[in-house]
């Protein structure tokens, strides 16, 4: 096993075993069950069937992805480099025969499964909760298949907001520090456009509903390469920043 594999599958390890990183799961597991069963219970009492069995995977997916997501990876991303730092469990990774860029890279790896996996979580957590919402078999499928397509698009904003959030914490050496500036920077880039409505086409965190764009009217290619390209470039200059200072980082 190389070096990289297996500080990868340590990190990832030690990732899971956080009380944290659980009880997000956890999280993800309840927040679809509780809305289904709350927009159910709207529909029994006024006859309003807010979200449709084959739109609540999706509508479940904004709401992450615009608040809890983001939260989620930046206080992991945080606890992962800065509080390591905080800890001086750092030194104990970089005595060991591995050079920096693979520590820093496997750390990447093991947040973007992480993210990855919370996915997985939520998209199978609104199929079954779509079922208190009644609808037939094929509306659960079409729900399911969507939800398949659209949780997939977040792959790719998630894993941006990872490498971003890997960057500030190289900054700070307690996670709350990191994980307070991470949620302050998001926020003000959020309501940036508020201001500068042109900034919202040039910011990775314009980008966090990303998959609204592969949903009924499919969005244009160029748009849709055009938000890649913001998030690909954003990654290459966050992760190359980031190593910069994580390489140069004196524990």
């Known amino acids: 096993m190389n070096s ?18 659980v009880a997000c799961f956890v999280v993800a597991v309840i927040i679809p069950v509780i809305m289904a069963f709350l927009i159910a219970l709207l529909h029994d009492k006024a006859g309003v069937l807010a979200v449709d069995p084959a739109g609540f995977p999706v509508f479940i997916l904004g709401g992450f992805t615009a608040i809890l997501l983001p939260l989620f990876i ?21 005595v060991r025969p591995i050079s920096r860029f693979k520590i820093y890279l496997s750390k990447i790896m093991s947040l973007g499964l992480s993210a990855i996996i919370l996915l997985l979580i939520i998209l199978l957590s609104t199929f079954s909760a779509g079922f208190f919402l009644g609808g037939n078999i094929s509306s659960h499928l079409s729900g399911l298949g969507n939800g398949i ?30 994980l ?44 849709l ?27």
């Open 74 to 94: 930046f206080m992991w991303t945080a606890d992962s480099f800065a509080g390591e730092v905080g800890d001086n469990n750092l030194k104990i990774v970089l």
């Open 4 to 21: 990289l594999q297996a500080n990868f599958l340590n990190e990832t390890h030690k990732l899971f075993m956080k009380s944290k990183v």
């Open 149 to 178: 397509i659209t949780y997939t698009a977040a792959v790719v904003p998630m894993l941006s907001l990872v490498i971003f959030a890997a960057f500030i914490a190289q900054f700070f050496k307690s996670s709350s520090g990191a």
């Open 180 to 223: 307070t500036t991470s949620i302050f920077v998001y926020i003000a880039a959020r309501l940036l456009p508020v201001v500068f409505p042109t900034s919202s086409k040039v910011l990775l965190f314009s980008y966090t509903n990303w998959h609204e764009m592969w949903l009924g009217n499919l969005a244009s290619p160029e748009k």
């Open 225 to 251: 390469i055009y938000a890649f390209l913001i998030m690909f470039s954003s990654c290459i200059i966050f992760y190359a920043l980031g190593f910069y200072l994580f390489d140069n980082k004196e524990l």
